[in-house]
């Protein structure tokens, strides 16, 4: 009875068209199919993905939807009023300090069955509180209660959504997953904006409602098919998250300082106004997600970068004054925050998929200093009243580099850079691979119960089924040689730097194999050397 530890890998292939997780657990990145380059997933998996990537889309867009609940009914910046705002964010503030404080014996919210009703209740009064506001005229103590009940609805959901990021691969899967769902919920707001308002608040109550249904069932598929591929054995925090936390609360302050200004406002009461700024947001996201997926093969983060570029330069424009046209600002201010969201996940999401991290404790604690950081720019907002808009807004300017340069001084070489995150050890990520035995299958897991010294007899083992496959199929030697690594759990690229050859040599004698052994995934591959070795024995 023998196994091989796959040595380097991305993604998990699984049979085409397969609705479960195979027991054949092996590696597929970029190794070709007969139409070319492509990475098989389970079904399942890809229908987990795609479920996650619109439940997040909606949980979003039903956050853009309340927070800017006056241009959803179409009564311009003064539908919510500044004191159901306040309320929203005190009550959030409240909630995720209580889960912060209470989640050294609370292991997972997305797990605990009575998240999703509770959500439900609070996001449902919530709703239609707002709606019944809505069509009444935006009635303040509605607005007011409302602003409440979603408080208590939502927070538990962004935890629980952040969960999510432990069933995805940090590869790809959590890039993918992200940046194009911030960039669908602007759109989807963007459309409910513009739907007649009965009809809008329709949609405004079936967010939430969406993004709880996709919650449930994509925790469901992706957790069944999880297992065949991540770390096994995940690894202890090295480092403190606190430098994410100096940052996103960093982050808000000028988002918060400048949203309640007098320009701010005439440009939400302003429908054509407020939809070019949707427009240049989506756009502006557009571009950063294409650099953002350009930049993920070294693995830099981006994203960061682009919020503190876009923030900055809302409160310089902002300061400067008289900016034409007037929705500029504006989208510089939103395209930076509604990044912003993105920044929080994609900051903290391998910490959740890598380590033994605690996420309920790192999602809440990430969350009180984005509240934190928006109440302390309302704050220096409000000094507008005295100081004038400009002054306040140089002053929160100030505070937000001062704090900035602080917390990277203080903290560098102690926490984990918030512009480097996504950037991981891939020898620790192990993949799972099967290999044959007269008397069954021995899952890779098990390796850790075989003797260090024996790991050269397994490898042995498998180089005597890549023989026979050579003798029988007539490969080359450097298809044999390639085609032990891929049975190894190679990747392309850890081939080629293996071999000391080009990725498009390897993917061509990768295509030469498959071709001579007509099969088309790397499963297929592995199971066809299977069982050569059971045939000639």
Known sequence: MFAAYAERGDVISMAKGSTEVSDMRCLSDTAPRTGGAATIYSTQRAAGILLALAGMALQWASLHSITFFGTVVRAGGDAGSSVAWVANSVCTFAVFLALFVVSRRISSLLDDRRTVPFAAACLGAGAACFAAGGLLGASSPLIFAGSVFIAFGTTPLIVAWGEMYKYLNPKGEQLLVTLVAIVCSVVTYFVETHLPLALAMVVFVALPIGSLACLARSRTLLADSSSAWGAKEKLPMEKSPALFFVCIAVFSIPYNCLRGSEDMQAVLADAAAWSCVLAVVIVAMVAVALAEY????????????????????????????????????????????????????????????????????????????????????????????????????LVAMGATYVIFFAGCTLLYNRSYSIFRVNSYDEKKYSFEYLAPDSSGLLPACAVDAIAVDNAQPLLDAIKTQCDVARDRFGLSSREHEVLVLLTRGRTIASIAEKLYVSENTVKAHTKAIYRKLQVQTREELLMRVQNLLREES
């Open 294 to 393: 350009a930049a993920e093969r070294r693995g830099v983060l981006l994203v960061p970068s682009a919020v503190l570029f876009l923030l900055s330069a809302a409160m310089v424009l902002h300061l400067m004054g008289n900016v034409s046209p007037s929705f500029i600002v504006p989208s510089f201010l939103y395209a930076g925050y509604y990044l912003f969201l993105a920044m929080v996940y994609l900051a903290l999401g391998p910490l959740v998929a890598t380590t033994d991290a605690n996420p309920v404790r790192l999602f809440s604690g990430a969350m009180l200093a984005n509240v934190g950081g928006l109440l302390l720019g309302s704050l220096l907002g409000g000094l507008g009243a005295w100081l004038g808009e400009q002054a306040a807004a």
